[in-house]
């Protein structure tokens, strides 16, 4: 079974501009996070679809952010403009539900580093 | 903010010896897991434990939970140079809705 894949793997940019992450959800997994992950901390979840809805985005700093998930498949995040504070690893996980204590499978990351 | 409190930040043993992490709490919670993360990779899942368990393993881990308590403690044993990671608990809390929280981690390394 593929796992949840992510790109890009890295990606360097200067501060005020815009960047935008993609992530491939395991098939059938009906529930997708996002997590910020900053070097030294647990990770922090920014973003949670339901299918292509929104559950939660409490997190979300929704005047530089934005994720979508059309047709309840891919996702993208996007930052625009960064900020010097937004460098971290961003996570994309799924599950194959929502429900507590469901198993969430994490993809390997996107590492941002903003200049 | 984070519910869980991990400790101790930090741990180095050497291969063979036990690990044990410690996980603390804020928030009455529905179930309480442990993910291990390896340098530079995604999170992995290793063990979930509901709020009415007290004990469960899964081959060289032991996990609690004292929810008299708000805590949890994760026992490797027998521990081998491939363990070294980050481990991070992370509870099923309402927050106005259930929701998964991190802790900040115990950085595990093993010396072989």
């Known amino acids: 079974e593929a796992g949840v894949a992510q790109s890009p793997r890295y990606k360097i940019i200067e501060k005020r501009q815009s960047v935008a992450f993609w992530c491939n959800p395991i098939?059938?997994?009906?529930?997708l996070y996002w997590y910020q992950q900053i070097l030294g901390q647990g990770p922090k979840l920014l973003i949670q679809?339901?299918?292509?809805?929104?559950?939660?985005d409490s997190q979300l700093p929704k005047d530089r952010f934005s994720a979508e998930r059309l047709k309840g498949v891919d996702s993208t995040l996007k930052i625009q403009p960064a900020k010097l504070e937004d460098s971290a690893v961003y996570l994309c996980?799924?599950?194959?539900?929502?429900?507590?204590?469901?198993?969430?499978?994490f993809g390997p990351g996107t590492r941002l580093l903003v200049l | 903010s984070q519910q869980g409190e991990e400790d101790p930040q930090a741990l180095s043993i050497q291969e063979g010896e036990n690990a044990t992490m410690n996980c603390s709490y804020k928030?009455?919670?529905?179930?309480l897991q442990w993910y291990r993360q390896n340098s530079g990779r995604g999170l992995v899942h290793l063990i979930l434990?509901?709020?009415?368990?007290r004990e469960k393993h899964s081959g060289r881990l032991r996990v609690t939970l004292d929810t008299s308590k708000k805590s949890s403690s994760l026992l490797i044993t027998a521990s081998r140079a491939a363990d070294t990671a980050s481990y991070f608990c992370?509870?099923?809390?309402?927050?106005?809705?259930?929701?998964?929280?991190f802790g900040a981690g115990t950085r595990l390394f093993v010396k072989a």
């Open positions: 434990i509901r709020s009415n368990e």
């Open positions: 098939s059938g997994h009906a529930t």
């Open positions: 996980a799924s599950s194959l539900v929502q429900g507590v204590g469901e198993t969430q499978y």
């Open positions: 992370a509870t099923d809390a309402w927050t106005g809705g259930f929701k998964t929280i």
């Open positions: 928030t009455s919670i529905n179930n």
């Open positions: 679809f339901q299918n292509n809805g929104v559950v939660d």
